[in-house]
Structures are given as structure tokens and as C-alpha cells.
């Protein structure tokens, strides 16, 4: 099934100028709506108020960190399927196992760059 | 017919007479015993005595180093407060922090200056097909890449931040210390105590930052990792 180019896609990070990066990058790779949030609660309320494909999302963040957004996710039962994508600089294995164990759908250390992002999501939505 | 009490008394003195002679003894036993243990002692201290002439100090010699300790003590205690942790606590590390936190805004600012040109030219480049569009593309998309280096020297600079905010804890702990204050050296131990203590790994223990690249885990061994679990 073809990717919809148009779902909306939510990134969140604490940084603003990582998510005019990710925005620019998601643009570039033909992404046309694009959310952002700055924080784990911030993200879980946009997750609940609208329609949302797909989530990448930083893990070190106040008060709510990715991890916990992503465990928050997976235990929302209309939310639990979601693509979940982390990217984050804390790359020690504790972290990827922890992330594996909470549902994340891939894994993208910073820093990256746009290949890396266009092919983790690949693996997750397919080829677009 | 003899009254209670009289009979009690008649009792009562042979068992006390009984009871002064055993004690007695045991007395004598435990002088014994003590008598060899301190005969032993004697010898041991005797043997290490003998093992150790000559390379004993002399009590005089002692008291010499103690005293050269002390004082080198008190120097030590002069020299620290010569070093003013207060001026170190409440001038030094707020200063260094706001410089840290000022390179963090500068960068920002920079970083979002060069995203301004990036997206005109990206503008620019929508008006334009073939060759010339597909390299200024992947040029903008280079410049998107290499402006990530904010978000990374900004959480780096973070973790500097809180080092610092350790450093004050243990300025305060020293200040505690020479005040005979040992509150918060004791609540700074129970904590470090606790954590030694921990065996879970808490969401906490997970957030550590960039690592130093030598550290870090590239991309490919994360895969690696991620695809160990299918």
C-alpha cells in the first residue's frame, strides 16, 4: 500500500531548532503535515486531539520523555499501532534495549542525516 | 514449733557458705585463664617486639609526625578557605553556567539565521527544474544535516552545566564541613549510598546525552541491535 503522503506526521523535540531541521528534512522527503510538539505531554495531547500517522520523537525531554511518551502510546488502546520513531543521542544499548521493550517501531541516533531518516521510515510506513 | 523465718536462717547459711566457695573458685579459675591469655599476649607482643627492632619508630619520633600532620592539617584547612567557596559558589559557577548557557543561545540563533537562507533558497530552487534543482536540493539538505550540530553541542553543553551544579554540591559540602556541619554531607552520602544500592535501571539512569564519539554507538550497530530482537 502506497504511503499517504499527506497523514499527518508529529515530531517532537525540546529543541526548536531540531524541529525546524526535522520539518525541513520531512518536507524535502514529501511529507506535507507536519506537527510538532515540544515535550512528551505536549505530544500525547496533539496525539489525542487529532489524526496522526506517525510519531518521531526525541527521548531527553521535560517533564515527559520520549520513552515515556512512547510507553504512554502503547498502552493507549487507540494508539497502541502508531509508528513510533525515536531519534536521540543517547545511543548506549540500555537505551535501545529499553526503547525495543517499550514497542519503538525504529531507532535513529543523532546525529543523522536525511538517508538514515528516509530509511527508517521506510522500514516502518514502506517505500514512498 | 520453729517459726519461718528461723528455719529460712538455718537454710539459708550453708547454701551462702556453698555458694562463697564456688564463686571462689570460679574466681581463681578466671584468674587462671586471664593469667594465660595475658601470658600470651605477652609472648606475641614479645615476638613482634623482637621481629621489629630497630625499625620501630620511637615514641618521641611518633608524637614528632603526629604533630607535623596536624599541622600540616590546619594548613590545608587555611589554604581551602584562602580559596573563598563561597566566592567560588555563588560568583565562579553561576558565571561559567550563564556563559555555557549564552553559547547555547548563540548557536540557536545562528543555527536558525542559516535555516532563514536555507528555506529562501529552497523557494528559490521550487522555480527551477533538472540538474541545477537536484544539486541545490541535496546542498540544502547537506545544510539541514550539519545544522543538527546545535541540538548536539546544545545537550552537551547541558551535561557541562550539570557537572557544574555537582562541583556547587560539593563546594557546599566542603563549606559544610569546615562550618562542622556535616547535614548535607550526610544526606549527599545517603544519596550516593542509595544509588550504589540500585539495581533496576530506572528511566533516570537512561538519560545521559550525547556520548563521547568514541563511546558512541553508530548508527549501524543500533540496527544491529534492533534486529537482534526479531
Given at each position: 500500500m502506497a504511503v499517504d503522503m499527506n497523514m499527518n506526521v508529529l515530531i517532537v523535540d525540546d529543541y526548536k531548532t531540531m524541529l525546524r531541521i526535522l520539518r525541513n528534512l520531512l518536507k524535502q522527503l514529501n511529507f506535507n503535515n507536519i506537527e510538532d510538539a515540544t515535550d512528551g505531554s505536549m505530544a500525547l495531547e496533539v496525539l489525542r486531539t487529532k489524526d496522526i500517522g506517525m510519531v518521531i520523537s526525541d527521548w531527553?525531554?521535560?517533564?515527559?520523555t520520549g520513552i515515556q511518551l512512547l510507553r504512554e502510546v502503547r498502552g493507549d488502546d487507540k494508539l497502541k499501532h502508531l509508528p513510533f520513531i525515536m531519534i536521540t543521542a543517547e545511543s548506549k544499548s540500555e537505551n535501545v534495549i529499553a526503547a525495543k521493550e517499550a514497542g519503538v517501531s525504529n531507532y535513529i541516533v543523532k546525529p543523522f542525516n536525511a538517508e538514515t531518516l528516509k530509511s527508517k521510515i521506510t522500514s516502518v510506513l514502506g517505500e514512498f | 514449733m520453729p517459726t519461718a523465718k528461723k528455719t529460712a536462717t538455718r537454710v539459708t547459711k550453708p547454701v551462702k557458705k556453698a555458694v562463697a566457695k564456688k564463686s571462689a573458685e570460679k574466681k581463681a579459675a578466671a584468674k587462671k585463664v586471664g593469667t594465660t591469655k595475658a601470658r600470651k599476649a605477652a609472648r606475641v607482643v614479645g615476638k613482634v617486639m623482637k621481629s621489629v627492632k630497630g625499625k620501630a619508630p620511637k615514641t618521641s619520633d611518633l608524637f614528632a609526625e603526629l604533630e607535623a600532620l596536624a599541622k600540616y592539617i590546619q594548613d590545608a584547612k587555611k589554604e581551602i578557605a584562602a580559596l573563598s567557596p563561597d566566592e567560588v559558589k555563588e560568583d565562579f559557577l553561576p558565571t561559567a553556567s550563564g556563559e555555557l548557557d549564552a553559547i547555547i543561545e548563540a548557536t540557536a540563533d545562528a543555527t536558525n539565521l542559516i535555516m532563514d537562507s536555507t528555506e529562501i533558497i529552497e523557494e528559490v530552487m521550487s522555480g527551477l527544474k533538472g540538474k541545477n534543482a537536484d544539486q541545490l536540493m541535496a546542498a540544502t539538505t547537506s545544510i539541514y544535516e550539519a545544522c543538527g550540530f546545535q541540538d548536539i553541542t546544545g545537550q552537551r553543553i547541558t551535561k557541562v552545566v550539570s557537572t557544574l551544579k555537582e562541583i556547587e554540591e560539593k563546594v557546599d559540602d566542603l563549606v559544610a564541613v569546615f562550618a562542622g556541619n556535616s547535614t548535607s554531607q550526610a544526606k549527599n552520602s545517603k544519596k550516593k549510598a542509595a544509588s550504589k544500592g540500585k539495581k533496576e535501571i530506572t528511566d533516570e539512569d537512561l538519560l545521559n546525552g550525547p556520548q563521547a564519539s568514541e563511546q558512541a554507538k553508530s548508527q549501524a550497530e543500533i540496527d544491529a541491535l534492533l534486529a537482534s530482537f526479531d
Open positions: 531527553n525531554m521535560e517533564p515527559m | -
